[in-house]
Nanobody
C-alpha cells in the first residue's frame, strides 16, 4: 500500500509563489511516475504536471507551462511542485498521484492519490 501526503498549500496573492510537497511512503518511489492534478469547485479534476522515473522526463499542462516546475527527490521520497506567477485561475485542491505508466497525463492511469492540498489565490 502506498500513502501520499501533500503539504505546502495556502493563500497567496496573484503573482506570488508556492511550493507543494508530496511525501511518498513506499519503497518504490524512485521507480514510479508521479503526477500533480488539481480540481477547482464545480470542475473536473485536471492534469497539471508529471515526472517519469526514467531520466526524470516531465510533461506539463499548457496552462502552467513556464510557471510551474515538477521535481522529485528520490532519497527523500518526496515530490515537489514549484508554482510561480500564480493566477486566480490556479486556485484549486492539488493532488499528487502515483502511476505505473512511463509518463501519463490521464487521471485514470494513476493508482494512488493523496488527500489534496488547498491552494487559494487572491486578486
Amino acid at each position: 500500500q502506498v500513502h501520499l501526503v501533500e503539504s505546502g498549500g495556502g493563500l497567496v496573492q496573484a503573482g506570488g509563489s508556492l511550493r507543494l510537497s508530496c511525501a511518498h511512503s513506499g519503497r518504490r518511489f524512485s521507480t514510479t511516475t508521479m503526477g500533480w492534478f488539481r480540481q477547482a469547485p464545480g470542475k473536473e479534476r485536471e492534469f497539471v504536471a508529471a515526472i517519469s522515473w526514467i531520466l526524470d522526463n516531465t510533461v506539463y499542462a499548457d496552462s502552467v507551462k513556464g510557471r510551474f516546475t515538477i521535481s522529485r527527490d528520490n532519497p527523500k521520497n518526496t515530490l515537489y511542485l514549484q508554482m510561480n506567477d500564480l493566477h486566480v485561475g490556479d486556485a484549486a485542491v492539488y493532488f499528487c498521484a502515483e502511476s505505473q505508466d512511463t509518463l501519463s497525463i490521464v487521471a485514470g492511469r494513476y493508482d494512488y492519490w493523496g488527500q489534496g492540498a488547498q491552494v487559494a489565490v487572491s486578486s
